[in-house]
């Protein structure tokens, strides 16, 4: 499975990277940032781009935020991915990529969201 981050800024760039840090090399998963000075054409050739590196390999395609032109150029390409998901964060990219699946993608999302005033006496006790 082939894997397209996709964001506002550097923002995907970064999260590749700090994946890099945690699971080594990622070479199946590619990047692709909008930046101010580009127009929604320019971003859509490097995100057709992308999709040509991948075309035998089914892509799925996590961006930062719904109704974002990022995510508004990838739906135009929902019947070419494996999936297209929103709300890109760490976790997300780390479970597709471990599992190379996207069966849990949304529930391990979730699943790793706390509030950590909450969670400290808990996390306290564990550590005795």
Do not use: W
């Amino acid at each position: 499975m082939q894997l397209i981050l996709i964001s506002h800024g550097d923002f995907c760039q970064g999260l590749k990277q700090t994946a890099e840090m945690i699971l080594g090399e990622l070479p199946y998963v590619q990047t692709v940032s909008l930046y101010p000075e580009e127009s929604v054409e320019d971003f859509q050739q490097k995100f057709e781009d992308a999709l040509k590196i991948s075309a035998n390999i089914p892509a799925v395609v996590l961006c930062d935020i719904m109704g974002g032109t990022p995510c508004n150029v990838a739906m135009r390409y929902l019947d070419h991915l494996a999936g297209l998901y929103s709300g890109m964060n760490l976790p997300m990219v780390i479970s597709v990529v471990s599992e190379q699946s996207t069966d849990s993608l949304l529930s391990d999302a979730k699943g790793q969201i706390y509030d950590v005033r909450q969670q400290l006496p808990q996390l306290q006790c564990d550590d005795d």
